[in-house]
């Protein structure tokens, strides 16, 4: 298997894009007046090559989940028992995702990238893991550069496979207890930034723990050494679930559908992909801006403008599935909205409209 | 009539409020990750003083359209025609708004509240004008207090129809040709703040017509004299639409519904509401906020935050729609969600939890 992906050679429908601006103008409302919808449904149709484009009709959540080594360092509260614990709930329908899922049309896959203890069999489930827990970062490597690239690769051919059935949008989300600390590693060796500048408190720690998290990620910064190849940085400090979000990702780009990435996690990943091919940026949506540091700093470094801020700090990919609703609105204005010369409604004179 | 509505003497109830918070954080998910859905939550169950809240099944986006006498001072370079055209454009569904309540399961009502040019009769518009055209505000008063008062009292008859009718959630919206011009008076009045401060570009204006808005402010304060009781300034510069939309506030308050806002000129009128009533605060929730400066002043003055934050700049409601499944999210999470012990998840030891 090749180390890293082959770069798509796909290029986004900038006409389209165009064509989209041109049509918002002649929709009955002021010009602009929809603000980033407007930017988000020029996006959709440079992503389709198409305008107007698709309105995506079966969206799916992709939960990438995952075991992590370096919770032996105490760098959380929970015990790692608890993914695969939610990996079972999500099967059930109980979760935070199932609720959010349901509400804006969207289906529910579950992907064991990594889960310690092994699950039973369900048709939501896919089991691609490659090992059943990663190294502890703070003292080897997460996972080998193959390993890396095989769950890579299997993000990828998920896209694929979905699209194959029918499915027109992702939604990424992550499980995985202790998945904030890879993800703050990842990002600080992809960014430069300080790990302080880039860890957060996860599921809510407190100032002891947080200082020993920020201490871990330092120290598996140190161990790694220069950041270098972003497969091999997420080799050595990321995870499963940051893997196959990263192949979600690159397989948006693959199958030139829309991507919509939820939080700290997500976001490691899409760094991980765009620092690979920086045209998967096109068909990425940033969901929302999570309270964890990391998250905000993957949004500016990428300049990502995320559609909702409601201080969420779950994942699961609850801050992307919320976002659904924004995406296929985007859409479907571009096909449902009148035109003012249909409708019958007086534009400005060409004086007023070039001055305002 | 009585000019000043009575206050509801409904009382909100915070003992469901500490229910649905004390129901979080028996959920499978660490406490307080869903942010600010959390809060929302509990501001359901308040309104409803019911926990788990009832989730919203029938909203509708109630849109007052009125014209305004103070478009012939040049505030807006749009004809004052383009108002009814657009509440025709409303009822034929091919306006933002009618797509907007499509994607999120919302049905469109739209109220004539003073619209200049005779409309048809339309099943889904109420005609509750109390004159066709306000007053321009520069010169005098918008609305006798009697007209402000009826448009108030119809306002809030419309939600107790609505609710009669099976309506569990509004959303409000308005149309009007140089409706931010009223809606700045309005707010500049009763928050004291500078004309400057909360004048905006409305449809897009340049900066000579924006001066000039201002300037038509300024007059309209100094003609109006200290502002006083809040039917009264709603009376001297506000509008129509203004006017029906304090009411659908104070309506959502009598029928212990939640009513989302949109952005200026509603946001207006819920700031009339509130001066009227502060208890309205408890039913209102922010759909978003708009690019327009007077937005930002009323939420800040009010203590809103709101759910969206896209440089809409539009209104008709397109900010308060995209919000219903927010909404919806906050009370269907608090119905469906699996609690710790029943989903068989491993919770933190009290000491942890007491520490994060």
Redesign the interface.
Same mark, same amino acid.
């Given at each position: 298997m090749n180390a890293r992906p082959a770069e798509s050679s796909v290029t986004l429908g900038e006409a389209a894009r165009e064509a989209a601006r041109r049509h918002h103008a002649r !929709? *009955?409302?002021? &010009? $602009?007046? %929809? $603000?980033? !919808?407007e930017e988000l449904g020029g996006q959709l149709a440079a992503i389709a090559g198409q305008e107007p484009p698709p309105v995506p009709r079966r969206p799916t959540v992709v939960v990438a989940a995952c075991d992590h080594g370096v919770v032996d360092e105490g760098v959380t509260?929970?015990?790692r028992? &608890?993914t695969a614990? #939610?990996v079972?709930?999500f099967l059930?329908g109980? /979760?935070?995702i199932?609720? =959010?899922a349901?509400? &804006?049309g969207a289906s529910v896959v579950v992907v064991d990238a990594g889960v310690e203890h092994p699950l039973p069999p369900h048709p939501s489930l896919l089991d691609l893991h490659v090992r059943r827990l990663t190294g502890n970062i703070a003292r080897e490597p997460a996972l080998t550069v193959d390993e890396a690239a095989a769950l890579v690769a299997h993000g990828r051919a998920i896209v694929a496979s979905l699209r194959a059935n029918g499915i027109d949008l992702i939604a990424t989300g992550d499980m995985g207890i202790g998945n904030t600390t890879p993800s703050s590693a990842v990002i600080a060796a992809l960014t430069g930034r300080d790990p302080r500048a880039v860890t957060g408190r996860g599921? $809510?720690?407190?100032d002891e723990?947080l200082a020993r998290k920020v201490a871990t990620i330092e120290q598996a910064l140190r161990r790694s050494g220069p950041p270098s190849d972003p497969l091999r940085v997420l080799a050595e400090l990321g995870g499963g679930e940051i893997a196959v979000i990263a192949g979600l990702v690159l397989g948006a780009l693959d199958q030139r559908i829309p991507v919509i990435v939820d939080g700290v996690i997500s976001l490691a990943g899409t760094l991980v992909a765009a620092s690979l091919n920086p045209a998967t940026l096109g068909v990425v949506v940033a969901g929302h801006r999570s &309270?964890e540091p990391g998250a905000g700093v993957v949004l500016e470094t990428l300049g990502l403008r995320p559609? %909702?801020?409601?201080? =969420?700090?779950?994942g699961e990919g *609850?801050g992307a599935a919320?976002a659904v609703? %924004?995406v296929? /609105?985007a859409a479907? =204005?571009l096909h449902? #909205? /009148?035109e003012f010369d249909?409708?019958?409604?007086?534009t !400005?004179?060409a004086g /007023?409209?070039a001055?305002?």
């Open positions: !929709l *009955t409302k002021p &010009v $602009g007046s %929809l $603000g980033f !919808l509260p929970w015990p028992s &608890v614990q #939610m079972r709930n059930e109980g /979760a935070a199932n609720v =959010l349901r509400e &804006v599921t $809510g720690i407190d723990r &309270v559609l %909702l801020d409601l201080d =969420l700090r779950l *609850t919320l609703p %924004l296929r /609105a479907r =204005l449902e #909205m /009148a249909q409708a019958g409604v007086d !400005l004179d /007023a409209s001055r305002s």
